[in-house]
């Protein structure tokens, strides 16, 4: 057999949030039957891989991103049996299955750390990081990532004996430093490589190194504490570890891996997706958190323009053009819906502004991700109480902006925004009942509050929906006369006289032409065949508010 390297380049992702996604057994949640029922459609969306966010044993506090066993599926989802099924039939429709990987901290409800804090002497203790308080506080002031309290919790039936956690307390970090604990978990990844899956999407990995002094930090907040991040994100160390995960799992498997690498700068892409790198790709911050200052501190809003976006994508693309290959994407199930966070103008929030968003990601160089329900268009729902949130982040964040002297209409404001519930909307497959996610039983979170035809059957039956248009767009992506052009072709900035017109060139014949605006504009667009277009016409010396094209021109038209 040979062995393709870097063979994922061609891939298109299509990230499934199971819990939201389909509910067969109409409990409520969406489970991994669902997933295989609707297989055929998500092939004839045309994507080749899905990312599956985590399925593991858990107690849902983070909504599986607090793992309780690696090596086993929860029940709301279904069983291990059912998950190689889903990895057999997609893989007879050409799908290949990413899992998401969690490595950073564990549940508190998975076996090693219940033994780390019942004994003492458990073989466990030092898979996780305690250490002792200081004058009846936690042993430092570091705030915990979720935006809200320390990132120390007391041990339970302890006096003075810390345990740490970047997220919630329910997630106590592993002890990285630990190399029993490491090779264990490369050994999992292993167990999982074995069974036919392409690789991983790999959760936090950037926080697996903490600063070793465990020094206190100047305060940022009036609680006293600073950012976590600021001691334990892409630290000065880190490039071992990472650099013996792949050594030991990734690379003699050939696998795909997509770090969520927060935290690392343009200047240290080589190591990260270099030709040596730890990943194949990683997702890049830098301008999906365009319009908050700090990703985990929703109520610092920013009041961006369409040219820092262009600057932020052009930056971004360059510099990952440098050394190796991106990770594209508008959303995903910690991100706010793009139509509400890109398209400022509510009278564009539509079809058309969805289209312009689209076509402005999906053709920069690197892998598309599209998450579910962004290729139907689906939209935030605006809740009115703190109580009616389910993700725990939107509470931290929520009461952390009270402490910070904001009105509870303005928290609520900013977490309605930016809440990950809003890409958790189960997922609206129909008109009927609970928008065709189950048969009737409540659904864990309230359906999204969308008009009639945003749904995958009303879509599919709409020559002119979002749905289509992302079909197209695979299609050209995947087997057009620009299709290589489109995956292997550079990425160029191309200037306009328009600060409203995000605009590039993929390769030596396609063009790409965005106005993210409401404002029409004056322009010249090239001459050539045009591809793809959100307006039904074109003139080549104006663009219509929010339009999109892709033009096909000879050589350097
Ligand atoms: C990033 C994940 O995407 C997010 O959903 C989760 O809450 C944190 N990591 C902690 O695992």
Not at 78 to 103: H, N, P, Q, W, Y
Not at 267 to 287: E, P, V
Not at 386 to 396: A, G, R
Not at 402 to 422: F, I, M, W
Request: aromatic share 12%; net charge neutral; charged share 25%.
């Amino acid at each position: 057999m040979t062995i393709v390297k870097n063979w994922w380049k061609q891939e298109i992702f299509y990230q499934i949030y199971p819990a939201s996604f389909k509910d067969s057994n109409n409990d409520g949640i969406g489970d991994i039957q669902g997933i295989i029922q609707e297989l055929p459609k998500i092939k004839a969306l045309g994507i080749t891989t899905i990312w599956l966010s985590p399925v593991y044993k858990s107690p849902m506090v983070d909504n599986g991103y607090d793992i309780s066993d690696y090596e086993a599926i929860n029940p709301q989802f279904g069983t291990m049996a059912d998950l190689d099924e889903l990895i057999k039939k997609s893989k007879k429709l050409d799908i290949k299955i990413i899992m998401d990987l969690v490595l950073n901290h564990t549940s508190d409800q998975h076996a090693w750390f219940k033994d780390a804090i019942s004994n003492p002497n458990s073989p466990y203790r030092n898979f996780y990081i305690f250490k002792e308080g200081k004058n009846n506080l936690p042993p430092n002031n570091w705030r915990s990532n979720f935006g809200k309290g320390s990132s120390w919790t007391l041990v339970p039936g302890e006096t003075n004996l810390y345990y740490h956690h970047v997220f919630s307390k329910q997630q106590p970090d592993l002890n990285w430093e630990n190399k029993e604990l490491r090779f264990t978990l490369y050994d999992m990844i292993n167990w999982w490589l074995k069974k036919g899956i392409a690789g991983f999407r790999i959760d936090a990995i950037t926080f697996i190194k903490k600063d070793q002094d465990f020094a206190s930090i100047t305060p940022d907040g009036s609680d006293g504490l600073g950012k976590v991040k600021r001691k334990s994100e892409n630290r000065p160390g880190i490039d071992k570890f990472l650099n013996e995960l792949n050594e030991h799992t990734f690379k003699p498997a050939n696998a795909v891996t997509v770090g969520e690498a927060s935290g690392v700068t343009y200047d240290q892409l080589n190591k990260f997706i270099g030709k040596d790198g730890y990943f194949s790709m990683i997702f890049d911050f830098h301008y999906a958190d365009i319009d908050v200052q700090s990703g985990s501190e929703w109520y610092h809003q920013t009041n961006w323009t369409v040219k820092e976006l262009n600057e932020a994508i052009t930056k971004s693309q360059l510099s990952i053009q440098k050394y190796g290959w991106g990770a594209n994407f508008l959303e995903n199930h910690d991100q706010p819906r793009s139509i509400n966070k890109y398209i400022k103008d509510p009278a564009y929030q539509n079809k058309i502004g969805a289209k312009a968003l689209a076509t402005l990601f999906f053709f920069l160089r690197g892998c598309p991700f599209i998450f579910q329900g962004q290729e139907l268009g689906v939209q935030n729902i605006k809740r009115t109480a703190i109580e009616q949130f389910n993700d725990i982040s939107s509470k931290d964040n929520y009461y952390r902006a009270l402490d910070e002297g904001y009105t509870k209409t303005d928290a609520l404001k900013y977490v309605n925004d930016r809440s990950r519930d809003n890409g958790r909307i189960p997922y609206p497959w129909n008109n009927e009942i609970n928008d065709g996610f189950n048969q009737g039983h409540k659904p864990w979170l309230a359906l999204g509050k969308h008009d009639s035809h945003t749904n995958w059957n009303d879509e599919n039956n709409d020559a002119d929906s979002i749905l289509n248009f992302y079909r197209k767009m695979i299609k050209i992506r995947t087997t057009s006369n620009i299709s290589s052009d489109l995956i292997n072709g550079d990425f160029e900035p191309i200037p306009t006289s328009q600060s409203t017109v995000i605009a590039y060139k993929r390769g030596q014949n396609a063009v790409v032409y965005v106005n993210l605006s409401s404002a029409p504009v004056k322009l010249d667009l090239p001459k050539g065949n045009i591809i793809l277009n959100n307006y039904s016409e074109i003139n080549l010396q104006r663009m219509e508010p929010y339009q999109s094209v892709l033009i096909e021109v000879k050589n350097n038209g």
